[in-house]
């Protein structure tokens, strides 16, 4: 898949260091992956699920949620989010437009 944003999301993530080597290790297998599903983002990170139209990926021994949009017919990821679990639990990332 290719991750539009990795960047942003490098960015996002550089404000906790504890969580860089995490972000490093999803980014290079996010790069390797052709999920086709759900299913098979799964395969890899058990605890991924699907919110809305967006995919949320604990990190770091769920001390962080990363979401992404994942278009899996064009293997494309589109970064979202990343943020510590307190963060995530306030839901204002629900208020974007595209999540439905």
Not at 6 to 27: E, M, N, T, V
Not at 47 to 61: M, P, Q, R
Request: hydrophobic share 35%; with cysteine; proline share 2%.
């Amino acid at each position: 898949m290719h991750l539009i944003s990795a960047g942003k999301l490098k960015r996002s993530a550089s404000k906790y260091p504890d969580a860089a080597k995490a972000i490093q290790a999803f980014c290079k297998t996010i790069k390797q992956a052709q999920w086709q599903n759900l299913v098979d983002v799964q395969k890899i990170y058990r605890d991924a699920e699907a919110v809305g139209n967006f995919t949320v990926f604990n990190i770091k021994g769920n001390q962080y949620r990363l979401i992404l949009d994942l278009d899996y017919s064009e293997q494309v990821a589109y970064f979202k989010y990343f943020l510590p679990h307190s963060e995530y639990d306030r839901e204002q990332w629900k208020n974007d437009s595209y999540f439905k």
